[in-house]
């Protein structure tokens, strides 16, 4: 089942509201999957566990027990946010309600989903890694999308307007934002480029220079992680698989020795 988003159809008033921050790791996960692996979504809870805790595309790192994103999958369903799928058998399968529950767009939902993965961000660091979602042409067609969630109240501003200018979600709990901007506002941005070179850094990714390849190398090492990650989903999938033919079988020869067969 792919990902679908009908932008002529009337949604719904959004639903969302502040989020934990395992929620928000689950929830991100999702939308990425059905984005940029759509054949292994919707996710079983392995699929989700194991895309949640890989290294790549993630601040920060976590380390969540299945019983972990059990929990949080029940709270995002009870938000609205996450549904399950029937007939796969006995594999348990989730989807995402994203699109109604923020009301929001594709791109602006890739773009909500990398912030979720990673939090703060400076729109450079942004429209490259929301790009391997939904094409971003460059930062002068990433802006209107921000702007777009911010007047939706999703994105928030943390540093002023400009070079290196740094941005959130809203689904922070109101502790957690007041800590994010008060250690962006305890950091000093270091000019690192200026004029058309620093333009170009910043739309390679991040407001600061990059050194020749590196763009190249960094691409690489991100397919390769994502391998490894799709590998180990298709692993995990197999092992649910697995089970529950082992689980048939079982039931199959009970059958059989009540029957007498």
Request: net charge negative.
């Amino acid at each position: 089942m792919n990902e679908q988003s009908d932008p002529q159809a009337s949604q719904p008033k959004p639903r969302w509201q502040p989020l934990s921050a395992i929620d928000r790791r689950v929830a991100g996960v999702l939308v990425e999957k059905a984005k940029t692996t759509p054949s292994a979504y919707p996710m079983s809870l392995n699929a989700v566990v194991t895309a949640a805790n890989q290294k790549s595309n993630r601040d920060p790192v976590m380390q969540i027990e299945p019983e972990d994103a059990e929990e949080s999958l029940q709270r995002l369903r009870h938000l609205g946010a996450v549904g399950l799928v029937e007939g796969y058998g006995r594999v348990v399968k989730y989807r995402h309600y994203l699109y109604e529950w923020l009301g929001v767009e594709k791109v602006e939902l890739a773009v909500m989903a990398e912030l979720l993965l990673r939090g703060p961000q400076t729109e450079g660091e942004l429209r490259g890694r929301a790009s391997r979602m939904e094409p971003i042409a460059d930062l002068p067609a990433l802006r209107p999308v921000l702007e777009s969630l911010k007047s939706k109240g999703l994105v928030l501003p943390l540093t002023p307007e400009g070079r290196g200018h740094m941005i959130t979600h809203a689904l922070y709990s109101a502790g957690e934002l007041d800590r994010i901007r008060s250690q962006m506002a305890a950091v000093r941005p270091v000019p690192t480029a200026t004029g058309e070179s620093a333009d170009k850094a910043e739309n390679l990714g991040g407001g600061r220079m990059a050194a020749p390849g590196t763009g190249l190398v960094e691409s690489l090492r991100g397919e390769i992680e994502q391998l490894r990650t799709d590998l180990s989903e298709i692993r995990s999938e197999l092992a649910d698989l697995t089970a529950a033919m082992e689980r048939t079988d079982t039931a199959v020869r009970r059958l059989k020795e009540d029957l007498g067969v």
